[in-house]
DNA sequence: ATGGTCGGTGCCCGA
């Protein structure tokens, strides 16, 4: 089973180039981030046609995540529990069923800037509710991808410029504390894997400002991580690092991972 | 040296 994540900032910009990569991907579920789409605008029957199961958790204009599958899906959740207040759409969660049922978390954490500010409040205690959440997951002891633009670099090396980051909130000591303080619960980060000694990258996001591409002066911010039962069966794992170069991308490019379920 | 990029929306905000 072929699980991707994909921040493709805006699906109406960007259903082209998704789909261009959906086919070359060959990928059977893939979680979207930033779909700045309602529910009702978002282009279902397209992707339907082309063979997707189709779950969305969209707003106006921000934000919003989707589920695409190929395998059936189950028992789909919207929203990151613990405030029933809070309004964004960040997080969808389902079940997806393949040789081994594989629950699947997709996130879009919040950004955080400027800091200091509400914004970086909302971050942190959406993070600590993700711990929560995170926690719960890890306790059913199924195999758990959660994967997403967390808006976290973890490291120093996860960063080209790390010093252009210090003052940010995807780089502050807190925020990659509250990233910790989840991964530690018992998480692998599956891109880390495949090279654990690099001292640069992989970097997953290039900001469209000031030629980030063409510098190379990328983050790393786009994670999946595997509950002990998810990574027990992982065999690959990637980041598409040639669809930053597409015509009309997104900031971000897609990152996935292969099990054996 | 300075200002620089997108997308979605609606004449500006969020990233």
Not at 185 to 190: E, K, L, R
């Amino acid at each position: 089973m072929k699980i991707a994540s994909f921040n493709i900032n805006g699906i109406k910009a960007r259903i082209m180039a998704l789909t261009d990569w959906l086919s070359a991907a060959e990928a059977d579920v893939v979680v979207l981030q930033e779909i700045k789409s309602i529910d009702e605008a978002f282009p279902r029957a397209h992707f339907e046609d082309l063979g997707w199961n189709v779950e969305t958790h969209g707003q106006k204009g921000f934000n919003g995540v989707a589920i695409l599958s190929k395998l059936p899906i189950e028992d789909v959740m919207r929203g990151l529990p613990g405030d029933e207040s809070d309004e964004q759409a960040r997080y969808i969660e389902a079940t997806v069923v393949g040789d081994k049922a594989v629950r699947i978390a997709g996130l879009y954490l919040p950004n955080g800037n400027p800091v200091p500010g509400p914004k970086y409040d909302y971050k942190l205690a959406w993070m600590e509710r993700l711990r929560i959440r995170s926690a719960e997951l890890l306790a059913s002891e199924m195999p758990v991808v959660m994967l997403g633009d967390y808006n976290v670099i973890p490291e120093t090396r996860d960063a080209a410029t790390p010093k252009k980051w210090e003052d940010d909130a995807l780089f502050l000591p807190q925020s990659r504390a509250a990233m910790r303080a989840i991964q530690w619960q018992g998480w692998s980060d599956a891109i880390r894997l495949r090279d654990p000694w690099s001292t640069r990258g992989p970097f997953t996001f290039w900001d469209f400002q000031g030629g980030a591409w063409s510098k190379d002066d990328g983050i790393r911010i786009d994670h999946m991580l595997l509950s002990p039962q998810a990574a027990d069966l992982l065999v690959e794992t990637g980041v598409d690092r040639e669809a930053r170069a597409a015509e009309k991308p997104s900031d971000h490019v897609p990152v996935w991972l292969r099990l054996a379920a």
